[in-house]
């Protein structure tokens, strides 16, 4: 596992598997989310596997397949919801974790200044750089 804290509470990981468990809960996790759709993944990494085995270690694990299409507001608000309704830090997981970082910073545009956004992605190894006019567009969006 590549497990990558954006903030205390929020990291993200490349593609998890049933067998990383007890690791991830051993590492403080409370909740896990699936970012991954899927179609994308083998049967041996579908969700409901994942889930199975998040869940006999005590873990919330909740499933928010995102793609470039599905990256809509609400999902990005009910992935919001679900890190601040989780009772401990939370670890969102896709194919390289990128599309889940991507998911945090499109959240906290207008929350924080895009440049602290685009640095605390890039401090966990993710160039979110072609983002930015997304991040300021929904910052404006946000103060109107």
């Not at 205390?8 to 690791?23: C, L, M, T």
């Not at 994308?40 to 995102?66: D, K, N, Q, W």
Request: aromatic share 4%; glycine share 6%; charged share 20%.
């Amino acid at each position: 596992m590549d497990i990558r804290p954006i903030t205390e509470r929020y990291s993200v990981s490349p593609q998890i598997s049933a067998g990383d468990a007890a690791a991830i809960k051993s590492a403080g996790f409370t909740t896990v989310i699936c970012n991954r759709p899927d179609e994308e993944v083998p049967p041996s990494h579908h969700a409901e596997i994942i889930r199975t085995a998040m869940e006999a270690a005590g873990l919330r694990f909740e499933v928010l397949p995102i793609t470039h299409q599905t990256m809509t507001p609400d999902r990005i608000a009910r992935q919001s919801a679900i890190v601040e309704d989780s009772d401990g830090p939370v670890l969102a997981y896709c194919a390289s974790g990128t599309r889940s970082s991507v998911v945090w910073a499109l959240s906290e545009a207008g929350a924080m200044p895009t440049d602290a956004i685009l640095d605390t992605a890039r401090r966990a190894g993710y160039d979110l750089s072609g983002l930015r006019p997304a991040l300021e567009a929904t910052a404006a969006h946000a103060r109107s």
